[in-house]
Nanobody
Framework: QVQLVESGGGLVQTGGSLRLSCAPS????????MGWYRQAPGKERELVARFTRDGSTEYADSVKGRFAMSTDNPKKTMYLQMNSLKPEDTAVYYCNAGVRVYSYNSQRDYWGQGTQVTVSS
């Protein structure tokens, strides 16, 4: 069984920074179609950032210029660098990826367990 394991959340003051990480819990064959989402209390889950098929990165308007998504392909790890954090960024952040566990598997969609990010004013 494969899980996406997230880390890096926490409590930070307005203007601070955090870096979230997401990696599979065991060796896998491929890791693609990656993205970060968040869900604030009482709100629906929303896209924060994702890699698009043309190789670019799509960001929510609310985080453009402040957040940056990246990957370490050999480590099959994805990151979300969050700078200039605001109280409205407070949410549970989830990573999402398409995973092929073995070369003969089809790709399946996996979600991380979520990590809490709280930005105090």
């Amino acid at each position: 069984q494969v899980q996406l394991v997230e880390s890096g959340g926490g409590l930070v003051q307005t203007g601070g920074s955090l870096r979230l990480s997401c990696a599979p819990s065991r060796n896998i064959f491929t890791f693609s179609a990656m993205g970060w989402y968040r869900q604030a209390p009482g709100k629906e889950r929303e896209l924060v950032a994702r890699f698009t098929r043309d190789g670019s990165t799509e960001y929510a308007d609310s985080v453009k210029g402040r957040f940056a998504m990246s990957t370490d392909n050999p480590k099959k790890t994805m990151y979300l660098q969050m700078n200039s954090l605001k109280p409205e960024d407070t949410a549970v952040y989830y990573c999402n990826a398409g995973v092929r566990v073995y070369s003969y598997n089809s790709q399946r969609d996996y979600w991380g367990q979520g990590t809490q990010v709280t930005v105090s004013s």
